[in-house]
C-alpha cells in the first residue's frame, strides 16, 4: 500500500481518503462526512484483513454507512461479505449499493454470471440493498456524487463524479496507463466501440482529478495524457484484437500469481486447462495452439517480461 504525496492530498475533497491497493486488490475510497461514512469498492477477498484494518484505523469508533462497488469483478467486491459482517449485523446497518446492471446474479448469486467461477476468481457472497445506473446520484461523505454508466471494460460498471472539484472515480474505465480488459470482446461480442465512447464521456466530464481503480492517483495535464495513452492503447486492440486477447490472458494469469504468490508449474496449467474462460479465449482466437502450448508460451512470456519467476518446479510471482 501507498500514500498519496502532499500535492494529490490537496487535489482531494477533504472527506475522502484513498487506500491503494496495487494490482489485486482494487483501491478503496473511503468518505468520512459529518453524517455519513461511505466506502467505495472493496478489494479482492485475499486482502481481507487489511481492508477491514484500513477501514477500522479511519473510521475508529465511527459505523460504516455504505459500501459503493462501481463494479463487480472479484478485485472490486471481495471485501464486501467481510465488510457486511463487521458492520451490518453487529454494528448498525451497512447499506450496500451495487450496478443495476448485475443485481438479480447477486440476489440469486449466480457465479458464473458473475464471472467468478469461469476466470476461477473467488468472491464470498454479498447482499446488497441499492442499485445505481447512469443519471442517479449518490451521497458521498458530505457530497452528492454523479452517477455515469461506463461500459467497455465491464458491461455494467459505473464511474463516479463529483462536479464542483471535478473529481473523477474511474474504476477500471481509465488508468494513468491504459484501461481493463475488455472482457465482452474476448466473449465474441463487440465492446471496443464502447471503450472509446466512455473515453469521450470522462473527456466531456473534464476531470481535474482521476481517482483510477488501480494505480496512483493523477491530475491536470496527467489526465490528458492518461486519456490519449488509453485511446492509442484501443487503437492498437482495434486493429489488432488477438493482441488484446493475449494481453487479456497474461492479466488473467499474472492475477492468479499475485492471488498464490507461487504454484507448482503442473498445478499452475491444470488450474488453466479447469478453468473455463481460458478454454473459451484459446478456442475463439487461437484454435491452432494445442491448450499445453498454449499455456506453456503464456508463461515463458510472464517470466521474460519479468512478472513472474521460475525455481525448482514453482512459478512465482514477482
Ligand atoms: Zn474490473
Redesign the pocket.
Known sequence: MSTLSTSQKQQLPADLTVFERGWLS?NNILFVGKDSTALVDTGYCTHTDQTLALVRASLKDRPLDHIINT?L?S??CGGNAALQAAYGRTNGTVQTHIPYGLAKHVASWDDDALSYKPTGQNCPRFTFQYTMQHGDEVMLGDTNWQVHAAPG??PH?IILFEPESRTLIS??ALWQNGF?VVFQELEGERAFDEVAQTLDVIERLNPQTVIP?HGSVFAGDEVTAALAVARNRLDGFVQNPPKHARYAIKVLLKYKLLELQSIPESAFIDWVKATPYFEMVRGRCFADKSMDMWVAGYIEELIAGGAARREGGLVLNV
Open positions: 482494487s463494479h469483478h478485485d472490486h471494460h465491464d460498471s474504476a477500471d481493463g481503480g
